[in-house]
């Protein structure tokens, strides 16, 4: 047995990290918790302020605007009503929100959602799709979850519309919610990758397959590793590619991140999630983020907001080392 070094001979010298096409962020402050099954992700913002995320970008070179909260309708804590828990004010969040990120994207801004629950992705990501149908831009859209999200009325166990965001960019669900983008679907199932899969609803699985959305699940990240699964998902990126990321923060494993409220042990660790988000760094192509699902209630000292943040540094190009490119590596 031996070992065989790497061929360093046949690396082309580029550099990588390349800066995002964007310098200029806006954070965006949603505090809400109602698409969630119970409160406290309210607070994340405020949570991700106080662990610094707005400095810590600043500190990497980026022009870095707080545009404070939004405004919306205050959680009645209400049982679900035909399949659908306080629909009418996740109606009323998610289109503030969308205009939101819409003007900070025409200002040629990179938005950065502060959640708020994972009901913020209908939002967000509308605002998204229909600034790449405007611009002609492809839109990939990464996300990074414990779960898929494509829970739909007639299967939801809890009728919590956090659990629902994937299907309803995909086309299904309440009409409102369906066509915040300006466009039904918001998004093809293609322009998907979900990492970090490990709790899928019985139905939610058919419907997953159904939709042919690229699911990248623990088993996968176990088999072939983070690198591998991230080397797959940002696959065919085009220079002009819009990257969206939204991060469920319960895509970490609890025992580094248990400021969530629905935990699933087997997460990515530390080392892991550090490599996701800096390859994805690499690409150069990210547009626009969320941040979603951190529930203050829950945290030890701020920890969760506070790795949150040092992930995001990593996404937005910090490393520890000025590296060759990617390609490079054998
Ligand atoms: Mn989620």
């Known amino acids: 047995m031996f070992f065989v070094a790497p061929n360093y001979e046949a690396c082309s010298v580029l550099i990588s990290n390349p800066p995002p096409a964007v310098r200029a962020l806006t954070m ?38 707080d545009a404070g909260n939004l405004i919306g309708p205050a959680n009645p804590m209400l049982p679900p009503d035909n399949g659908y828990r306080h629909l009418t004010e996740v109606i009323a969040w998610n289109q503030t929100l969308h205009d939101a990120v819409y ?36 839109l990939r859209v990464l996300w990074l979850d414990a779960h898929t999200d494509f829970n739909t009325q007639a299967l939801t166990p809890s009728g919590n519309l956090h659990g629902m965001p994937v299907a309803c960019l995909c086309g299904q669900g309440p009409e409102p919610l369906t066509t915040l983008s300006g466009q039904n679907p918001a998004l093809h199932p293609e322009w998907i990758r979900q990492i970090g899969i490990r709790s899928v609803d019985e139905g939610e699985k058919n419907l997953i397959a159904d939709a042919g959305i690229e699911v990248y699940d623990m088993r996968t990240i176990d088999e072939i590793g983070m690198r591998s699964v991230m080397e797959a ?12 990321v939204s991060f469920d923060v319960d895509f970490l494993d609890p025992e580094i991140a248990p400021a969530v409220a629905t935990s699933i042990p087997g997460g990515p660790t530390y080392r892991e999630a550090q490599l996701c988000m800096e390859m994805i760094a ?49």
């Open 28 to 65: 965006i402050g949603v505090p809400t918790d109602i698409g969630a099954g119970s409160r406290g992700a309210s607070m994340g913002p405020e949570a991700l302020r106080v662990a610094g995320l707005g400095p810590a970008l600043q500190a990497l070179g980026y022009d870095v605007e």
């Open 103 to 138: 003007a900070e994207l025409q200002r040629s801004r990179l938005p950065i959602t502060l959640g708020g629950d994972h009901c913020l992705g209908m939002g967000s990501i509308s605002a998204v799709a229909r600034h790449c149908h405007h611009a002609g831009k492809p």
């Open 233 to 244: 998902a940002l696959a065919d990126l085009t220079p002009h590619t819009h990257l969206h």
């Open 282 to 330: 690499d690409t150069g192509c990210l547009g626009s983020l969320d941040i979603v699902e951190l529930n203050p209630a829950l945290d030890i000292r701020n920890k969760t907001a506070m790795l949150a943040t040092e992930l995001v540094q990593s996404l937005f190009g910090k490393s520890t080392l000025i590296r060759r490119t990617a390609q490079s590596r054998v």
